[in-house]
Every structure is written in C-alpha cells, then in structure tokens.
DNA sequence: TAGATTGTTAATCGATTAACAATC
DNA sequence: TAGATTGTTAATCGATTAACAATC
C-alpha cells in the first residue's frame, strides 16, 4: 500500500531506464529553448507532448520519474523540470575527458564549448601521428598517444573520447582502459572491447544514416 | 494458413522497425568483421547473440523478417546475411548530400571514405562565412549557402547534412527544403521544424553524452 | 464552485523470450 | 541415424496508453 509519504522518499526511486533518459534529454532541449524564448514559467504534460509528439501520460511518469511535482491546473515549473533532469542525469558531476585523435572529428568535439554544460570539460587531446603533435587545437597542445596514462593520472581524466580510424580504436581503447578511465565514448566505425567495469557509448554514424537511408527507401516513388 | 510457398512472397514483407533497423546495422558491422578475420562462410544466430548479448530467437527473427533462410545444422551464409541486410536498409539506392557548414565537422564527414558503402556521396560543402567560401575541403570548393537551390537541382542532391550552430540551422534548414530535398541529417545542437514528408534524422550528441554520464553518476562510489 | 490538469491504477499493446517441432 | 540449429507458435515481460479519481 503507497501513502501519501511516498512522495517524499526519493531514496526509493528505480533507476532509469535508455527510453526514459533519451526521453528526458529532448524535455530538457525544449524548455530551455521554450524558456529562452521568453515563454510563461509554467508548462503542461500536455504541451511537452504535443510538441514531442507523445502520450501526455508519459511526460508525467517520465517526471514523477525524477521526483518532478506538478500543480493541477498549472502544470509544471518549467526551470524545476529542467533542474531535476540536470540533476538526475547526473550534469551536475563533473568530468574531465582526454579527446584520442586529432583530426577533424577530434578537434570539432574538443573545440565545441556546449559539452560545460553536462559536466564535461576536455582537458587534453592526443594522437600517434608524429605531424600532428605540438599543434594547438582548440588550446590544447597535441601530445603522443604514449602520454595517455600519465594525463589521465595528472589531469583526473575519467571518460576518454575517440575519434580514431578503426584499425587504430581497440589499441587507444586498451591503453586507455590500463590507464584506468571509467568511461568511453566513441566514434570510431568499429566496436571495442572492454572490461565489464568499463562503459563505452558508440555513436555509430552509420547506423544514424541507415535509418535515413531505409525511410527513403521506404518512401521512394520507384517503390521496391 | 502458412504454406511452405510463404517463403518466396517478399512482398508480403512488413515495414522493419527501428529497433530492426539498429539491430540489423549491428549484425552488418559485426559479420564485416567476422569474414574481413578470415572464420568461416557460416554464422549460427546464437553466434551472434552472444557477440552482442541477445536472445538468438531474436536474431532469427530479425534475420527473417529480411528474407534471409538459414540451414538447420549449419547456420546462415555470413555473406547472404551482410548482402541481404545492405538491400533491405536501402544501401544499393544512391544518395547524393551535401554538407551545409564548412567547420571541423563539416569537414570531418565530407572527408570520410566510408559513407559511400552505404550509397552516400557528398557532392558539395557550403558555408555562409565569406572567410571559408572559396577554401577546399576534402577536394570540395566550400560554395555560399545561397547556391543551395541550385545546388540541389544541379547534383540531385537529396540529403542535406546540418553541421552548423544552433542559431543557424532551423534557416539552412527552411531552404534545403524550399530547394526540395527529402531528407535531413542533422549534427546541429538543436531542433528543427520541417514539413511532414521531408525526415528529419537528428544526432544529438549531448543525448549519447547524457547516457554516459548517467552511467557514471549510478556507478560512482561517492553513491547518489 | 467548476474545470483544468496532475498522479496513479488498470488495460492494452508490442517486443522479447521460451518452448518445441521441423529439418538437414 | 542423432543431434545441432532453424523457424514458429505460445508465453512472458515491459512499456505505453486509457481511464479516472485527486486536487488546486
């Protein structure tokens, strides 16, 4: 039996599952651009829904998800849900990252200044390409792939992000994991092994554009 | 009533899913590999459930709802099964893009060579900073945003790709699809509104970032 | 108050998994 | 043949949606 205690005993939330953190990102978009457009304070499930082309009942358990209240007849206090979602995804930790791969792909992630507000501060940029180091990349001096665990010691580097050909992301990855990181991210066009105490994120663009790819397929006037 | 005749009406196919899509790329990527390492012509499902931790049941089902048969004993035809998945996601179609922003990561995804295995080619890279216009990239001469129309018409273009800051998207946007493309492919820290037949496929990457650190927060040891 | 909106339980839906017969 | 593996139906599970009482 659940009393009316329960609202208070955030001790008892469950974790939260893929759908509802992805959910809960696109929520956290739309009230900060709906906030930055100068809009009312307050916002309903029903809007939330409207725009994101959902159920409104799932905006609402998506919230009470993270120990949001509403008001009946008001709705929610949109700088509230934005903090409770800051908060349980957990941005208000910080995170220092070693970006491994000074290309392009590399230097547009280490010079993109939107990744403070998650908690994510890139401290460092290596590669093994003997031309590219001592170049300057968003201020980050280009240093040998060989430095990684000693960077990682120095500077507190939890998460490594790659941005490798594939042939060279198992190596960095491996290196990296010795070097005791927590965390990948990955945009490297192949998979990676790692310990199970390890996480890796892969974004495959791939398979972003297959999704693409199929709808039109799906769509074409030729048909087939 | 199901005849053994079933077998051959592709026709009667349904719609994949986009968890059958997703599923579907990971099998892709992860057979490449299997053959480019020299195994064997042959694959059994529970093979590939374990490499990715699945059900083998569910790759069946997956490999059936593309038409591929495998042999009770042997397994599926590794090479049958990669051929069969590049048909069905619409890979043998050819799509032509272009790239609106000449940043770093605009450069990064018109300089990648691995696109074109699944029909993409980027045939163009605009920008609307005079200081880039005129600059090569990846063998492309970066052309003023206004060209798009013609552009579009030009190199029957019929995806754009966003690699532009928020503020400017939603207005490259508004004119990729005045100059009538299908579909977008966006890198743009923000979202965009377009008609309904033209898709939309947006990367966000704060989102990939957001499930990582989520991860962390629930495994530190400093707990809450 | 009346009515809009939340919060929550129950129902539905779809996706995954289990069981097992078919088959090579 | 015996046995491994597929293909498919049935059962389960979880996520979404519907219904509606609670509430401000």
């Not at 990296?176 to 892969?202: C, L, N, Q």
């Amino acid at each position: 039996m659940r009393t009316m205690n329960d609202r208070g005993s955030k001790d008892a939330k469950r974790p939260l599952r893929r759908a509802h953190v992805v959910r809960l990102m696109h929520y956290y978009h739309l009230l900060r651009e709906w906030i930055g457009r100068g809009n009312g304070d307050t916002v309903s499930s029903s809007q939330i829904a409207e725009w994101l082309e959902l159920d409104d009942t799932l905006v609402r358990k998506d919230l009470a998800a993270i120990g949001v209240r509403g008001c009946p007849r008001i709705g929610y206090a949109a700088a509230e849900v934005i903090d409770a979602i800051h908060k349980n995804l957990g941005f208000e930790d910080q995170h220092r990252a070693i970006v491994v791969g000074a290309g392009r792909l590399g230097g547009a992630i280490a010079a993109y200044p939107g990744f403070a507000r998650y908690g994510l501060t890139i401290v460092g940029i290596v590669d093994n390409d003997p031309d590219k180091l001592g170049q300057d990349i968003a201020e980050h001096r280009v240093l040998p792939l060989d430095a990684l665990p000693d960077l990682v010691r120095e500077r507190q580097v939890d998460v490594v992000i790659l941005t490798l050909p594939a042939e060279a992301a198992q190596d960095a990855a491996d290196r990296a994991v010795t070097a005791g990181i927590r965390a990948i991210w990955s945009f490297a066009p192949t998979s990676i092994s790692v310990p199970p105490e390890v996480k890796v994120r892969h974004e495959h663009l791939s398979t972003g554009f297959a999704e693409l790819a199929y709808h039109l397929k799906q769509t074409s006037p030729e048909g087939k």
